[in-house]
């Protein structure tokens, strides 16, 4: 059975959103939340189990720390009989390879701007083209589990920014342009897709538009 609504939570701040070049200094995998993350993942699952009242959730969930300890806070907020939860290491984030110098990762960001970010390869590591691959085999693992009659009311997904934007992309066949003009969204802040009644899903959430200008750009003309 469909579940009412998908729900894609990035986890809540990271010490790398804090310094950057832990990316470059410690296995991406190890990065932790802050005191601050951990309180907004708090606060999402009370904004949560606001949303979805009693009804019955099934978390899959990155296996990156930050990932697991925002579901653990998001968690908090229901008791244990109300949701199942899975590891899903195809929600990881990007892979960034080597760990690397602040100098060597401030040039692989520059590059990776000027590039475009669904293309661009990080060296050692993967393009957003192996991510959005990634997230399309997950979309098929998720229909199977969907058909079960006994799949929970909600589907929450517990992931990174990246990863949302493709599942986004990859859920509703959007370019690769409407891609780069999107940003990450806000740390714990839930983007819903909402089932209606015809079988398809509405994105619910409106997407944060990147501030960055679209380097390249060539639509199909038809």
């Not at 990035?10 to 832990?22: I, Q, T």
């Not at 000027?114 to 990634?134: L, Q, S």
């Not at 986004?168 to 909402?194: D, G, I, K, Q, W």
């Amino acid at each position: 059975m469909k579940p009412k609504r998908i729900i894609l939570i990035r986890h809540g701040e990271s010490e790398a959103n804090v310094n950057r070049y832990l990316f470059g200094s410690v296995p991406d995998y190890t990065i932790e939340l802050t005191q601050k993350g951990r309180q907004q993942a708090l606060e999402a699952g009370h904004r949560l189990k606001k949303l979805v009242g009693d009804e019955s959730l099934y978390f899959y969930v990155s296996p990156f720390w930050r990932a697991r300890s925002t579901f653990e806070c998001l968690a908090a907020a229901f008791p244990r009989t109300q949701f199942v939860y899975s590891e899903e290491p195809r929600l990881r984030e990007q892979e960034w390879g080597y760990l690397r110098s602040e100098d060597e990762f401030d040039r692989i960001c520059r590059e990776r701007r000027e590039y475009g970010t669904f293309y661009y390869r990080i060296p050692g590591g993967e393009a957003g083209t192996d991510v959005y691959d990634r997230v399309n085999d997950l979309l098929g693992s998720l229909n199977r589990d969907f058909a079960d009659t006994r799949f929970p009311d909600n589907c929450v997904l517990v992931t990174h920014g990246l990863t949302i934007r493709l599942f986004v992309m990859r859920f509703f066949h959007l370019t690769v342009e409407e891609f780069e003009s999107m940003a990450a969204p806000v740390n714990c802040e839930p983007v819903v897709m909402e089932l209606q009644p015809d079988g398809h899903y509405r994105l619910a959430t409106e997407m944060r538009r990147s501030t960055e200008p679209l380097r390249y750009s060539r639509p199909i003309r038809l």
